[in-house]
């Protein structure tokens, strides 16, 4: 599982499809609605939100509105909780580890979505996020 710190424009669809896929299963495991990936480390800064449910919520509703933009059609139904204005706090450090590690797939995969990567030394962060200083969050397997 993987719910990118970065802005959901920076990824190519098929990052972008599996990015809406991967957060609504997040949703259903703070909702309690599943046995796998209860405990899986990519979800603690959504659990540390006063509002967790609000703030995936948030989440999807951004991944949704970059897919509409782009022309995709992903079901707003399925986000059941209103959106949150309380951002989570994500580290400079991580950013810039998420970053690389975005380049180093679309090399692989998606050679025009690298090119339009590489042109940002300081991409952008979903809108839930505001970036602090600091190293690699805890939480990330490096």
């Known amino acids: 599982m993987r719910i990118w710190s970065l802005h959901p424009q920076h990824l ?14 997040a949703q259903k495991v703070l909702l309690g609605q599943t046995k796998g ?5 990519q ?12 703030a995936i919520a948030t989440y ?11 022309g995709y059609r992903f079901d707003a139904s399925k986000i059941v909780h209103a959106p949150t204005r309380v951002k989570i706090a994500v580290t400079d450090g ?3 580890y998420e970053l690389a590690h ?18 940002f ?4 962060v979903h809108p839930l996020f505001r970036v602090v ?3 690699v969050e805890d939480w990330e397997v490096v």
Do not use: C, I, M
């Open 133 to 135: 200083g600091g190293g």
């Open 60 to 70: 999807l509703h951004g991944v949704q509105r970059e897919a509409e933009r782009r």
């Open 102 to 119: 975005l380049r180093a797939k679309l090399e692989a995969r998606d050679r025009a979505a690298f090119d339009r990567l590489v042109q």
């Open 94 to 96: 991580q950013v810039a």
């Open 37 to 41: 990936y209860r405990n899986h480390p």
């Open 12 to 25: 190519d669809a098929k990052g972008l499809v599996a990015l809406w896929r991967e957060t609504l299963l």
């Open 43 to 54: 979800l603690n800064r959504f659990k540390s939100h006063p509002d967790p449910l609000a």
């Open 121 to 124: 030394e300081q991409p952008s």
